[in-house]
């Protein structure tokens, strides 16, 4: 694969979820000062020092507090992103407590889908529609990673659900990258193994995996990959593993979608 120094375009304004973690503020600190940013979390803390070390004259820095499991916290982002005119979306925000199915409480495995799926697909959802419209009108290209992660190619006991949910991310973003295919939006899914950040003590399963990568090194090659192919797997030993997996699902959602349009076209031949 070729080296790339330079992420593909510079976005004009981008939204980051999760930027108060390992991976989003990575992903933040990486945009050029040129790429005004939105950045959300629950730590309102953790947001403000991210102000001040990336705020530039010239260059705006929001924040917006909310908690992505809940209805009210997707609305509260989704409504300032499209307010701040978003060309870059970065739905990064995710969780995942490590444990057996059947001993984990209720409301923490409603808590995972709400972030890991219901986020994603509402802020998708919501926010495309606003960026190709000002994409196309500006003659420029929007942009879009999802975290989803190495774990969305196979399950995994005791972070069932997380990987679930990475499943379910990642396979949203496939089809969307092909449904889109000729629309002014890249859409990359971004899925790496193990990697430093706070996931980890988080998620009950103690430090971080050992060989986990840098986030800083996962950033930038998500912005160099973005444009340029849809899937981004990366990380020690299996990222490179499931390169061919996320090659092999990239070209099946891109047939499948020539598939479905041939038939619309035959369709409304007929009619
Ligand atoms: N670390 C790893 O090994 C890997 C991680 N990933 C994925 O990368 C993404 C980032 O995780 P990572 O940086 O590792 O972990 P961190 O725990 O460091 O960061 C998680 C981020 O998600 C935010 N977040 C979690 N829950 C909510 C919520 N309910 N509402 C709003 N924001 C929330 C946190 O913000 P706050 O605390 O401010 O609410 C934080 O900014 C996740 O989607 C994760 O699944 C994928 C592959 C590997
Ligand atoms: C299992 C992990 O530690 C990680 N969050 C991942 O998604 O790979």
Same mark, same amino acid.
């Given at each position: ?55 530039? $004259?010239?260059?705006? %820095? ?54 890991? %799926? ?36 196979? $399950? ?27 629309? $002014? ?62 090659? %092999? ?23």
């Amino acid at each position: 694969m070729p080296v790339m120094k330079q992420m593909s375009r510079t976005y004009r304004r981008a939204l980051v979820t999760g930027a108060t973690g390992g991976i989003g503020g990575a992903l933040a600190r990486a945009l050029p000062v040129a790429t005004d940013l939105l950045l959300t979390g629950r730590n309102a803390e953790a947001l403000a020092q991210l102000v001040q070390e990336l705020a530039r $004259p010239g260059r705006r %820095v929001d924040v917006v507090v909310a908690d992505l499991g809940t209805d009210p916290g997707r609305e509260a982002v989704a409504v300032a992103a499209e307010a701040f005119a978003i060309d870059l979306l970065i739905c990064n925000a995710g969780q995942g407590p490590f444990g057996d199915f059947l001993d984990a409480e209720e409301p923490a495995l409603r808590d995972t889908v709400s972030v890991n %799926v219901m986020a994603p697909l509402v802020l998708l959802h919501r926010l495309l529609p606003g960026m190709l419209t000002r994409a196309a009108a500006a003659g420029r290209r929007a942009g879009v990673i999802v975290t989803s992660s190495g774990v969305a190619f196979y $399950p995994v006991p005791r972070l069932a659900t997380y990987a679930a949910s990475k499943a379910f991310s990642l396979s949203l973003t496939e089809a969307l990258a092909a449904e889109l295919d000729g629309a $002014p939006v890249d859409l990359l899914a971004l899925c790496p193994t193990a990697t430093k950040s706070h996931f980890a003590e988080r998620s009950g399963y103690g430090p971080s995996l050992p060989g986990a990568q840098d986030p800083a090194a996962v950033a930038r090659a998500a912005l160099q990959a973005l444009g340029r192919q849809r899937t981004l797997t990366l990380g020690p030993i299996s990222g490179s593993v499931l390169t061919v997996p996320a090659l %092999v699902r990239a070209g099946m959602a891109q047939a499948i979608s020539l598939l479905v349009r041939r038939g619309d076209g035959a369709r409304s031949r007929r009619r």
